[in-house]
């Protein structure tokens, strides 16, 4: 029996601030490796054992969602859009409704879209182990080997030390969080797994474990998947029913309620990268990590990352530091202390400075933009735009605009004027005109915008046409 991946993808992964944020987190950047998360979470879950994947994500992320999948050669069956994050109950049950309707017998595969598992084969072992007993009924969650006394994770006890057989066994309790005393404790136990958050079970199973232990939730998640609306390739979740859900997550909702439970223990590497301490572990070598243009002198257990081109960070005499740069915003932290990174967003958020949740990179349908300069009454942006994309046909109250070329080829619109600007060749936009750009050939277009006036706000923007069905 082939599985169904759900794959959840809406999260912000604050305690990864400067490069992970509200507008752009964690899951679609490349924290390992050459793929992002996303992509590397969604090519583990593709192949003959597994059908294509669901996505549950948030509007703002629709898009990158597909162009990630597609640059990945993956298809999903469906990209479901939650109105706003409710947690993982209300997602998972949506998804689980969602296959209900096509196939009430499938099995699907609950997993985050940020986690890092090197191991495919061993994990694509331990999910046909627990196959069997989640056809049988249970409801199977994974657990992770501990090898340090961790308190940034839940933990799942067991009755006895699991052996060394990839196989299910019963799971006694749920463990939050604990202190760094009992996390010694609990490792030298051994009775004792890491809360993978990751689950395999059927729609049947999983749908009468919410009717049982979450009606009220059941009832409004089933009334926002009824009444769910297409939009493009995507499957927008009725708003108003989806708003009187609470937000919970699956572990409350079912897990820690239900009798029908397993556990099949998981000893290879994983990790959620919840943290820069934890990036750190995963691409350290000598215990120095750098990305980027990074230098590292006479330094001991240290990250340093650079994420703007053309600007180097050197770290000197440094002992467990992280150091981030990105164009807008440095991070400099103590290895022991990035849990608290997050206390440093919020903070920020109060300041109410645009660091907090916005990344440099504006993301888009078409493409991606970015401010290189902004002054009083003008900005310049640097903008690319994918084979084949095309921005609204538009109009400004408030700006001008001149566009030049400097990579590829842009089809212009601007009144009733239509014409080809090459690399080097530049257009005039003036304030009030209904213009658009398109990029007509098979590899990215990118132009240097330059806007004046006296209001240069993403919200002077009146929309004609939109291929992407934006208002």
Not at 232 to 242: G, I, K, V
Not at 368 to 373: D, M, N, P, Q
Not at 442 to 447: E, I, S
Request: glycine content about 6%; some cysteine.
């Amino acid at each position: 029996m082939t599985i169904t991946p759900v794959l959840l993808c809406g999260g912000s992964g604050t305690r990864l601030w400067p490069l992970s944020r509200k507008s752009y987190p964690k899951q679609f950047s490349s924290l390992v490796g050459d793929e992002s998360l996303f992509q590397a979470s969604a090519r583990r879950l593709h192949g003959p054992a597994y059908n294509a994947p669901v996505v549950v994500t948030a509007d703002a992320f629709r898009f990158i969602v597909v162009q990630q999948l597609e640059s990945a050669g993956i298809k999903p069956s469906a990209v479901l859009i939650e109105p706003e994050g409710r947690d993982t109950a209300p997602a998972v049950l949506a998804a689980a409704l969602h296959l209900a309707a096509v196939d009430p017998d499938a099995m699907m595969l609950v997993a985050p879209s940020d986690h890092v598992i090197p191991d495919t084969g061993s994990f694509d072992a331990a999910v046909q182990a627990a196959l069997p007993a989640a056809q049988a009924g249970q409801l199977v969650t994974f657990g992770i080997q501990p090898d340090r006394p961790e308190t940034g994770y839940g933990y799942l006890e067991l009755d006895a030390a699991p052996t060394d057989e990839v196989a299910p066994v019963p799971l006694k309790a749920f463990v939050e969080k604990p202190e760094v005393a009992r996390a010694v404790e609990m490792l030298k136990e051994g009775r004792y797994l890491w809360n993978a958050g990751i689950f395999l079970f059927s729609v049947k199973t999983i749908i009468s474990a919410f009717k049982e232990y979450e009606p009220e939730l059941t009832a409004v998640v089933q009334a926002s998947v009824d009444d769910a609306k297409k939009d493009l390739d995507f499957t927008r979740l009725s708003p108003e029913a989806w708003g009187k859900a609470q937000p919970i997550s699956i572990d409350y909702a079912v897990m820690e309620k239900a009798s029908n439970l397993s556990v099949v223990p998981y000893t290879g590497r994983w990790s959620d990268l919840g943290d820069w301490a934890a990036v750190w572990r995963e691409t350290a070598k000598d215990g120095i990590a750098t990305s980027g243009p990074a230098t590292s002198i006479d330094c001991n257990n240290t990250l340093l990352r650079s994420e703007v081109d053309g600007q180097t960070i050197v770290g000197i005499g440094l002992d467990d530091i992280v150091a981030v740069a990105m164009p807008d915003a440095v991070l400099i932290s103590h290895m022991g202390r990035t849990q608290e990174v997050k206390q440093a967003v919020t903070e920020l958020r109060e300041k109410k400075a645009p660091q907090a949740e916005a990344f440099p990179k504006d993301h888009r349908p078409w493409g991606w933009f970015e401010s290189l300069v902004v002054g009083d009454r003008f900005q310049v942006k640097r903008i690319v735009v994918n084979p084949g994309a095309a921005l609204s046909l538009q109009s400004h109250h408030h700006r001008s605009e001149h566009w030049i070329v400097v990579e590829g080829t842009a089809k212009v619109t601007v009144d009733e004027t239509v014409k080809l600007v090459t690399e080097n060749q530049s257009v005039y936009i003036p304030l009030g005109a209904v213009h658009r750009m398109e990029n007509p050939g098979k590899f990215p277009m990118v132009l240097i915008e330059v806007q004046t006036g006296g209001y240069l706000g993403e919200d002077d923007i009146v929309r004609y046409e939109d291929v992407y069905s934006r208002e």
